[in-house]
């Protein structure tokens, strides 16, 4: 294979390429998200600088994603601190748990999503919209809310604005003596978002600490609610918010 044959490739394996170029759209993406307040002095300890504390809202999200190009069908499960950077509102994704190794590689390799790998479900089960996530074969956080119990609303412009907010993660890679070789904020702003529904409403959250899974080193306090959405949207490539190494 010849230099220019290997600098085309989207991926390892060259054989196989885990994952294809971007962008990567996705269809019909199902989101519970359960907001929860928790321990400010935690949110501090969770968030990198330069990032800042925006609260004591803490959120544990399932997504179920039935249709993703070049990624396939898998689900997943994370946690989001709401949080500014230079002033503008953001979300840390602070942790990530897929169940499939294609979104998994990219997730980390592309966007530095903090991923690994989990057993994350999104279901409706009778009335309740039902999310859970095993890690190592044990059960680490439940999420329950109930089922668009309000009525379809024609006004989704907090959800939209949710979903216009800038994603922002931890990228670090190291080089090959197992120094950094990218330690950076990265930036991830959807695109083509196209909003089929959402719905609030009661919602409950257990978390079950776990050394490999620490989800509930972020406590839960008191449970805000709960968010259905589901969604069509592009997952660009992202931007370098700040570099840890300039």
Request: with cysteine.
């Amino acid at each position: 294979m010849k230099k220019s044959d290997v600098l085309k490739l989207p991926s390892m394996p060259l054989q196989s390429p885990t994952f294809p170029r971007g962008p990567y759209r996705f269809f019909r993406r199902q989101y519970l998200v359960v907001s929860y307040a928790t321990d400010p002095a935690a949110i501090r300890a969770a968030l990198p600088e330069p990032l800042e504390p925006a609260g004591d809202t803490v959120a544990v999200q399932w997504l179920d994603l039935p249709d993703g190009e070049g990624f396939g069908a898998y689900s997943a499960a994370a946690q989001v601190i709401p949080c500014t950077f230079q002033g503008k509102p953001c979300n840390f994704v602070s942790q990530m748990y897929v169940d499939a190794t294609p979104p998994l590689a990219g997730g980390r390799e592309i966007w530095g999503y903090p991923m690994k790998y989990g057993k994350a479900v999104l279901a409706v089960a009778g009335d309740t919209l039902t999310g859970t996530l095993d890690y190592a074969t044990q059960r680490t956080a439940t999420g329950t809310m109930v089922y668009k119990h309000d009525a379809f609303r024609a006004d989704l412009s907090k959800e939209r604005e949710l979903l216009a907010r800038t994603q922002v993660t931890l990228k670090v890679i190291p080089d090959i003596d197992g120094k950094p070789a990218i330690a950076q904020l990265v930036g991830i702003d959807f695109a083509d978002v196209k909003l089929h529904g959402a719905w609030t409403g009661e919602a409950r959250l257990e978390l079950v600490p776990s050394v490999n899974c620490p989800l509930a080193d972020l406590p839960v306090g008191r449970v805000k609610g709960g968010l259905h959405m589901v969604t069509d949207m592009t997952l660009p490539y992202g931007r370098v918010l700040h570099d840890y190494l300039a």
